[in-house]
């Protein structure tokens, strides 16, 4: 079948006409994002919601709350979410203890002042870099950002491009590129975007060992074609 590419857009309506509408599974508020985050590890939609799900029943997730309970409590409400359950508990306690002193109690007074002043408070909390902070920034409506999802920055890059690049970051700011130019810079669209390739990074369109034969765009992916060309893209 000869390519045929598309734009962004055009994707986008045929991953959702598969897929369907897409919602996110988190808590899309700053403060509550963070701790989610470390609810579970290796973290992953189920894994942090088993351990958001234990913490709210057996701790609760405001910081007073967290900073009232014991190492010992906090790490045996996260065990359900997997590994290292204790290191996640001292975490939980860093951010609530940081939101306490220096935000009195609310994230959201975090959330003043240049974008860029924002986003180095974030990448302060333990286990939060760009590509979470760029999540929290879309699904929290602090700016419209080009997030990616941080397991699939590959997804859209291979689509439009062919191949994704040896480095992450550079994927990344691939990614990052083509929303930017294809994607409004308005809050739905871009989460929209965000949620279609999180999902087909994650059902089909794999890092490693991707089902092209299912995939619904193939036609359309400069990927597949360059498979079956037996070409690649220069690193």
């Given at each position: 079948m000869p390519f045929k590419p598309l734009s962004v857009a055009a994707i986008l309506d045929k991953l959702e006409a598969f897929y369907g509408a897409q919602?996110?599974?988190?808590?899309?508020?700053?403060?509550?994002?963070?701790?989610?985050?470390?609810?579970?590890?290796?973290?992953?939609?189920?894994?942090?919601?088993?351990?958001?799900?234990?913490?709210n029943k057996e701790v609760g997730i405001e910081p007073r709350q967290i900073l009232k309970a014991t190492q010992a409590k906090l790490t045996q409400a996260l065990?359900?979410?997997g590994m290292v359950p204790e290191v996640r508990a001292m975490r939980l306690q860093q951010i609530a203890e940081r939101v306490e002193n220096e935000f009195g109690g609310d994230l959201r007074n975090a959330l003043v002042g240049r974008i860029e002043d924002v986003r180095k408070k974030f990448k302060k909390f333990p286990g939060i870099a760009d590509p979470g902070v760029d999540r929290v920034f879309l699904f929290g409506?602090?700016?419209?950002?080009?997030a990616v999802a941080s397991n699939c920055p590959h997804v859209l890059v291979r689509i439009q491009l062919g191949l994704e690049r040896e480095s992450y970051g550079v994927t990344y700011g691939e990614a990052q590129t083509l929303i930017e130019a294809g994607v409004p810079k308005q809050f739905h669209p871009r989460m929209?975007?965000?949620?279609?390739?999180?999902?087909?990074?994650?059902?089909?369109?794999?890092?490693?060992?991707?089902?092209?034969?299912?995939?619904?765009?193939?036609?359309?992916?400069?990927y597949f074609a360059g498979k079956d060309r037996g070409r690649s893209r220069p690193r």
């Open positions: 919602e996110p599974c988190w808590p899309v508020e700053p403060y509550a994002f963070l701790i989610w985050w470390h609810c579970g590890y290796p973290a992953s939609d189920a894994t942090c919601t088993r351990g958001w799900n234990a913490l065990k359900t979410g409506k602090v700016t419209p950002v080009a929209r975007a965000y949620l279609l390739m999180k999902e087909h990074g994650q059902t089909l369109c794999k890092r490693s060992k991707p089902k092209c034969g299912e995939c619904p765009i193939s036609a359309h992916c400069a």
